[in-house]
């Protein structure tokens, strides 16, 4: 299992270099997942390998996800800015990278373009959280992170219908992750976003029609300078994997027309 120190934790990691001979320059990826349930495997068996032909794709569990290790504290978007600023120095990724961000990803992907934009080459945000005003509120009390797509019975069914079979050890840690770490009050104490009229590189947005966070969309549109947004009719917060084949023909569209 591939694993890297980075900011003083241990973080899974899994680099795609692809098979392009021609010999021209490869941008580089890096993918963002959502919370909680979520892990790299959901870009690794969407977006990452058709991405690996023309770009070297980089992908990671965010702290305590999936084979990450899950500190008790820790759980900012700046605590996650800080892990993906070291683990581009870990990767030796010195030029400007194309950030993907599914979800709670997104977050992370714009507060580095902000932060950081000298390392940010364009921003690809899938469902893209941000935080608004009354979202800690929103947040308090939710182990189920409500702000985020998932409402507490949701899961609360997902934990018990793996509890008795081979994941039950994902659930456990999933459980363990919401109910043992700081990860509610860290993002209960979020502050809302303020900057995104600042975040001077490309992006592109896409959303479902259906998505419980349409009001982002439309806010992302209206402060981010340079962002083009498509809401995808008849999809919800999970258009990765609802529409992943749209998505993928967006996304090399989406690299290609950055290297022009």
Same mark, same amino acid.
């Given at each position: 299992?591939?694993?890297?120190?980075?900011?003083?934790?241990?973080?899974?990691?899994?680099?795609?270099?692809?098979?392009?001979?021609?010999?021209?320059?490869?941008?580089?990826?890096?993918?963002?997942?959502?919370?909680?349930?979520?892990?790299?495997?959901?870009?690794?068996?969407?977006? /990452?390998?058709? @991405? +690996? &032909?023309? !770009?070297?794709?980089?992908?990671? %569990?965010?702290?305590?996800?999936?084979? $990450? *290790?899950?500190?008790?504290?820790?759980?900012?978007?700046?605590?996650?800015?800080?892990?993906?600023?070291?683990?581009?120095?870990?990767?030796?990724?010195?030029?400007?990278?194309?950030?993907?961000?599914?979800?709670?990803?997104?977050?992370?992907?714009?507060?580095?373009?902000?932060?950081?934009?000298?390392?940010?080459?364009?921003?690809?945000?899938?469902?893209?959280?941000?935080?608004?005003?009354?979202?800690?509120?929103?947040? /308090?009390?939710? @182990? +189920? &992170?409500? !702000?985020?797509?998932?409402?507490? %019975?949701?899961?609360?069914?997902?934990? $018990? *219908?793996?509890?008795?079979?081979?994941?039950?050890?994902?659930?456990?840690?999933?459980?363990?992750?919401?109910?043992?770490?700081?990860?509610?009050?860290?993002?209960?104490?979020?502050?809302?976003?303020?900057?995104?009229?600042?975040?001077?590189?490309?992006?592109?947005?896409?959303?479902?029609?259906?998505?419980?966070?349409?009001?982002?969309?439309?806010?992302?549109?209206?402060?981010?300078?340079?962002?083009?947004?498509?809401?995808?009719?008849?999809?919800?917060?999970?258009?990765?994997?609802?529409?992943?084949?749209?998505?993928?023909?967006?996304?090399?569209?989406?690299?290609?027309?950055?290297?022009?």
């Amino acid at each position: 299992m591939p694993e890297v120190e980075a900011n003083g934790l241990r973080f899974h990691v899994q680099v795609l270099h692809g098979t392009e001979t021609d010999g021209a320059p490869r941008p580089p990826v890096v993918m963002l997942h959502g919370l909680v349930i979520d892990n790299l495997s959901s870009w690794y068996y969407t977006l /990452a390998h058709p @991405l +690996a &032909l023309v !770009a070297d794709v980089h992908l990671y %569990d965010l702290r305590g996800h999936g084979r $990450s *290790e899950m500190p008790a504290t820790g759980y900012t978007v700046a605590d996650n800015v800080d892990d993906l600023v070291a683990l581009l120095d870990h990767w030796g990724v010195t030029e400007p990278a194309h950030l993907f961000g599914n979800s709670f990803g997104g977050v992370v992907a714009l507060a580095l373009a902000h932060r950081h934009p000298e390392r940010v080459a364009s921003l690809f945000l899938i469902e893209a959280h941000f935080a608004v005003e009354g979202w800690g509120e929103h947040m /308090a009390g939710s @182990l +189920a &992170l409500a !702000a985020f797509g998932l409402d507490e %019975d949701a899961v609360q069914d997902w934990l $018990s *219908e793996h509890a008795d079979r081979k994941l039950s050890r994902v659930a456990k840690r999933s459980e363990r992750f919401l109910t043992k770490t700081s990860l509610i009050d860290d993002l209960q104490a979020e502050e809302p976003i303020t900057w995104l009229a600042e975040v001077a590189v490309p992006t592109y947005a896409m959303y479902g029609s259906d998505s419980d966070i349409l009001d982002r969309a439309r806010e992302l549109e209206a402060k981010v300078p340079r962002c083009t947004l498509e809401v995808v009719e008849g999809s919800s917060h999970s258009l990765l994997t609802e529409q992943s084949a749209l998505v993928r023909e967006r996304a090399l569209a989406w690299i290609d027309l950055q290297a022009r």
